[in-house]
C-alpha cells in the first residue's frame, strides 16, 4: 500500500507541474477556483468511489479541477476490461500500479505489468483488459479537450 501511496503521489507531483512552476505565494486564483493546501490533496476517499462494469474507477481531479487535465484510479476485475478498444481525440496515458494487463495499441498487444507506463495517442484505437488472476489498477492521465 505504501508504494501505490508512492506512486500516486509521484504521478500527482508530475501532474501538477504545470501549476507548481507558478506558485507565487500560499494560494493561486485562476478564474473562479482558488487553489490552496486543501483543495490541492486528494486522498483516496473509498466513498466517493464510482463502480463500472468491470470494477470501480476514482478521480484524484476530474476534468472541472484544472483546465481539463485528469488524473483516475481504475481498478478492474480479473479477466475483464472496462471497455473495449476505442478511438477519441485526446491522448492518454496509462500507469499500471497492480496485476497483468494486455495493452492494445494500433491493432497490437503487449502484455505488460507493475510500474509500466503506456501511452495512448490521440485519434489511434486503444484498450487495456485486465489478463491477470488479481486486480488491475491503473491511472489514467488524461487533458480533455475543452470547448
Known sequence: MKRICNILLFSLLLFSAALSQSVQSDSIKTDTLKYTIDNCVNSFDESKVEKTKAGYQYWFADRNFLDGRTIKLSVVNPKDATHPPHIHAEDEFFFILEGT?????????????????????SNVEHGIKNIGDTVLKYLVIKKYITK
Open 101 to 121: 494487463a494486455e495493452f492494445y495499441l494500433a491493432g497490437k498487444t503487449k502484455v505488460v505489468g507493475p510500474y509500466t507506463s503506456l501511452y495512448c495517442p
